[in-house]
Structures are given as C-alpha cells and as structure tokens.
C-alpha cells in the first residue's frame, strides 16, 4: 500500500467536522437514533462484546492508548473507544492491505488518520507499525481486524491475546480416552460456518451413550466431524455461511442434530440438521429431542416401518431413546411394551404410555411378552443391549418380526444357533447407526420428523408429545454427568447447559 492508500479525503472530512458543530448548536448531537436506524439485538449484543473487549482487556491493561475492531464481513467498524473515529474508507483499506496488499505495506509503510507509519514487521495476523510519536498494530482474525494506537517503546503483543478471544470458546475435552476423570474444560478455537453451514451460539446440550464410548476410545467421529463430544444442542442463530438458502436468520431458537461439537459453547451445523424449537418449549428441554427422537423415528420408520396396531418391544425403555420410542410408538397406534431395570423406570414408562413392562434384573422378560401378547410375540424388536439378548429376543419375536439392533451395551458375541432359528420364523435382522450416516440421509430424516412429528410437542396437541429431562449439569460438571449415565441411573436425558455468561 502506497503512502496515501489510506489517507483520508480532507474535504470530506472538513465537512463532516462542520456537520458535527451545527448538530451540537442545534441541540441534535445526542439524539436517540429511531427504531429503524437501530441494529437489531444480537448485533447489540455482538457490538457491546467488542467494547468490552476494548475497554478491559486493552484500554485498562494501559497496552495501547485508542483502538477499534473491523467487521470484515460487513467490512465496517463495529467499535471503537471514545473519540477514536475511523473512516471507512481507511477500514476498507486495511482490509485490502490483508487480503492483497501485505507485501507493499512491508515495504512502504502505511498512512493511517493522515499520519504514516513505517512498517516493522507483518505477516497474514498482524502488522506492527511505527513512526517517532507512537506505534500502531493491525490485528487480523477470521472474523475482525483490530487497529490499535500505541506509546512508542511498549510491545502490544497483548493486542493479538485479546482480539483473539472473540475467536474461541469453552468446550468439553480429554486428551487421552479413559474415564470421566479425563474430562475438562478447555479454551479452544471457535468454529466457523462453511458452505451451506449455520453457526449456533450453544445453549444446552445432552449426553448419549456414544459420547461415553468416544470418551473411552471405542467411538471416534465420522471423518471430517467435531472431535468435541456431543451430538445434538439447542439454541440460537449467531451465523451463517456462504450458499445458505435463506431458512434461518440471525437469532432463531433452533435444535440442531449433530455429528460432533454439540458440548461447547458455538458448533457449526449444515442448515439441513436442524430444526425450529416450539415457542413454548426451553433450550433445556429442546436440547433432550435431537439425537434421541431422531435415533426412535428412524429405527421405527425408516428401518423398521412400523405399522398400525402391530406390538414393539423397546428395550431399555428408561433412556432418551427409549422414552422417545414409547411415544413414538403411540403416535403410530402401536402398542409399546419395555424392558427396564427398576421399578422408578417401570413407572416411569408407564407415564409415558408404554402398555407393559417388565424388569430384565428379576423376571424372563421373553416370557413376559409372550404372556401378554396371548403367544404371538412382538414384530418389532429395538435393540441397543445385543450379544446376551439374543435369545430371548428370538423367543419373543413373532413370525416376520424385525429385529433392530442399534447398539451393543451386552456385546456383539453371538454363542448359538441364531441363523436357524432367525430362518424358522423367516424373522430379519436390521442394524443402524445414525451418526455415520451421509448429509442427505440425515437431511431426509429431520425434514420428515420435522413435518410429520414436530408439531406434535407443541401445547395444546393430541397426542401431546414430551422430551423428558432427567438432570441438568453445567459444562464444568461433565465429568460428574458422564459418571451418572455410567452407573445406569438416568431416566430420560442428562442435559449439559452452556456457561450464562458466554
């Protein structure tokens, strides 16, 4: 950039200062803008963060004397600390110096505010600048590019810490797989939206039994997902990538099925994932639908096309899927019968309209089924125990029945004749596994349950349909979360809130 590639015009700004003055004569200087010519909140919100940043972690520290922050997607200054006035025309410029003009900056300096600064040193992130009555610094992340003025002398390398963390945020994390012990907190870069991509500002999340096998090492995420645990959350809008087509906007309540990065305050998500939350529904409940209710509708849909009147046996009918499941199953008037492990779980499903269930820990639970469906057995069976199962889960399937396997918490070892006596009751077996499965599937899967069951949690509907919440622990409480789903205890989801104050 040449010596005036950022100079301002003296004309303009003459006539601007004169516009000032007449304003303060006419009494109009402070004037509160309309409505209309308001930024709407969360560009209040995003606005009142920067001059936060500015204020505390720059101003105070005494690290430079005036500063403001570049939207370089709206390429316009959206802080500034008092007084200190950029032109857009030097904010455009010192977005073009980053993006095309970095080398000639190194060269020649720059003029800034009608003063030049010869350049010290620049790279891609930032350019430090002098001349003999101060320094400046240009800062630049993906999101915003931060000028600051400084006293000759003093190294604001600070500059780059702080504007830096506008670019990161909290997230569940572990090292090395083992136990919940291995979980903390940890600061780590804050995603950006791609092609086609929402970015959420995370308000709740929950906890699935893939979570705890990708804690211990036996579940890793699809290439190309979030290494963060998580795979669904609910709450607001704060981004969208390039090639959105328009569904969402800034500052919609949505819930999101996810692949990964569900437990950390920001994820990107391709728009096709998610969904509107009911008004009268809260990010906490939202959070316990995603991944459960979508786990229930496809295995009851989409493999095991469940038909009206025909009898499903749900095992662990206490978990999110299974308390899904149950209703799910009502709402095809089916009939859903479970197996638990307590008699609170018994209860408990027997609220949420399961017409039988039985307790695996002190009764033949086969047995049990084929008593109250009078000898004929279940057509459906949902699986997520497998290996130890097997054949009671044959006793008690009916002939033509599916059998739906969607986890292993027993195993995968099979010790028996399972192929005869799948053949002699011409039964089948299905597997499934939501989470590898490919973009348009899962944008399939939340259009139909989005169309067909969503409406069903609204108030006032019949069937009415609820998520039920089990506990609530704050991220810095993951630990203690993962531990409560280990020991078996949850009936229904265990959410994990986001930090209030991010």
């Not at 430079?64 to 200190?84: H, L, P």
């Amino acid at each position: 950039m040449s010596q005036s590639g950022v100079r301002t015009n003296s004309r303009a700004g003459e006539r601007q200062r004169y516009q000032q003055r007449q304003a303060r004569k006419d009494g109009t200087s402070r004037a509160e803008p309309s409505r209309a010519e308001r930024p709407p909140p969360s560009l209040r919100r995003k606005m009142n963060q920067l001059q936060a940043l500015l204020n505390d972690s720059l101003i105070r520290t005494k690290h430079v004397e005036n500063a403001a922050i570049i939207d370089i997607k709206e390429r316009k200054v959206c802080a500034s600390t008092f007084g200190f006035n950029v032109p857009p025309e030097n904010a455009l410029s010192l977005i073009y110096t980053f993006d095309k003009n970095l080398l000639q900056v190194r060269r020649g300096g720059l003029c800034f505010k009608e003063k030049y600064y010869k350049c010290v040193r620049a790279d891609e992130h930032s350019i430090y600048l002098q001349n003999p009555d101060g320094g400046l610094i240009v800062v630049k992340t993906k999101t915003f590019i931060l000028v600051a003025t400084y006293k000759v002398g003093m190294y604001p390398s600070v500059c780059v810490e702080a504007v830096e963390k506008l670019e990161k945020m909290l997230a569940a994390y572990f090292d090395c797989p083992g136990g919940p012990e291995n979980l903390y907190v940890k600061e780590v870069m804050k995603p950006h939206p791609g092609e086609g991509e929402v970015l959420v500002k995370v308000s709740a999340s929950a906890l699935n039994r893939a979570d705890l096998l990708q804690r211990r090492g036996k579940y890793p995420p699809p290439k190309g997902a979030s290494d963060i645990l998580g795979l669904e959350a609910a709450g607001s809008v704060a981004g969208l990538g390039p090639g959105c087509k328009g569904r969402w906007k800034t500052g919609d309540a949505v819930m999101a099925l996810l692949s990964g990065g569900g437990q950390a305050e920001y994820v990107t998500v391709p728009e096709g994932y998610l969904m509107p939350i009911p008004n009268d529904m809260t990010f906490i409940q939202a959070a316990a639908i995603p991944e459960a209710w979508l786990t229930a509708f496809q295995l009851l849909h989409f493999v095991g096309k469940i038909q009206k009147g025909e009898r499903v046996l749900i095992h662990a009918g206490a978990s999110g899927v299974g308390m899904a499941a149950i209703q799910l199953v009502r709402l095809a008037k089916a009939i859903p019968i479970v197996t638990v492990g307590t008699q609170e779980k018994l209860k408990a499903t027997a609220n949420a309209g399961a017409a039988a269930g039985f307790n695996y820990k002190n009764e033949d639970f086969s047995e049990k089924v084929l008593a109250f469906t009078q000898g004929s057995g279940v057509d459906i069976i949902l699986d997520c125990v497998g290996g130890s199962y097997w054949e009671k889960n044959l006793n008690c399937l009916s002939t033509d029945g599916r059998w739906i396997i969607y986890g292993l918490l027993s195993g995968g070892e099979v010790h028996g004749d399972l192929l005869a006596r799948l053949l002699s009751k011409r039964a089948s077996i299905h597997t499934s596994l939501l989470r590898s499965r490919d973009k348009e599937y899962k944008e399939h899967l939340v259009k139909a349950f989005t169309e067909n069951v969503l409406l069903y949690f609204s108030g006032g509907t019949s069937p009415h349909l609820q998520p039920l919440v089990d506990s609530v622990y704050p991220l810095h409480d993951i630990a203690e979360a993962h531990r409560l789903m280990e020991e078996n205890k949850n009936i229904g989801k265990i959410v994990i809130e986001m930090p209030a104050s991010s």
